[in-house]
Nanobody, 121 residues
């Protein structure tokens, strides 16, 4: 199995910055895409940003130009640098990894427990 541990959430004022990090561990053979998703109260979970093992990134329109996703393949980590934060960015942020574990038949999704990000106005 794969464990994803997130860190870096917290409370910040509008216009501020936060950096989220996620580390993957476990019986991992290979990791394909990694990414961040978020879920605000009463809303569905939505994509924030993803990055492939080759470094190709994808962002939600709402965060383009403000958030930057990066990863370290050797360390099996993914980070999200969040700048110019807005109250509407308030949500629980989840790390996701598409990973292949030893003994399994292919890639599957793994999720972290989530970390709260609160942006005050």
């Amino acid at each position: 199995q794969v464990q994803l541990v997130e860190s870096g959430g917290g409370l910040v004022q509008a216009g501020g910055s936060l950096r989220l990090s996620c580390a993957a561990s476990g019986n991992i053979f290979s990791i394909n895409a990694m990414g961040w998703y978020r879920q605000a109260p009463g809303k569905q979970r939505e994509l924030v940003a993803t990055i492939t093992s080759g470094g190709i990134t994808n962002y939600a329109d709402s965060v383009k130009g403000r958030f930057t996703i990066s990863r370290d393949n050797a360390k099996k980590t993914v980070s999200l640098e969040m700048n110019s934060l807005k109250p509407e960015d308030t949500a629980v942020y989840y790390c996701k990894s598409v990973a292949w574990t030893h003994g399994s038949l292919g890639y599957r999704d793994y999720w972290g427990q989530g970390t709260q990000v609160t942006v005050s106005s």
